[in-house]
């Protein structure tokens, strides 16, 4: 299944909020935790709550980092 071009910004705006989200919350919550008994627990909820962050701040920065790319690059 092909998903339409006109939807390219908001899907590459989802995968990469979605693996930052998943990342970030992974790394935050073992440094301010340990590896606790719950630590899975703690971690989907931190996720849960850090992609709808992302998901947005990909949405914004994602177009202005390309052009900077764009910009630098030949």
Known sequence: MKIS????????GAIAGVFMGFFMSLVIT?????????FFQMW?????FSFPIGFPSALIVVP???KIVDNITE
């Open 64 to 66: 202005i980092v390309k």
């Open 5 to 12: 071009k006109k939807y390219a910004g908001i899907l590459m």
């Open 44 to 48: 989907v909820k931190a996720f849960v």
């Open 30 to 38: 073992f440094i301010n935790l340990g590896f606790v008994e719950n």
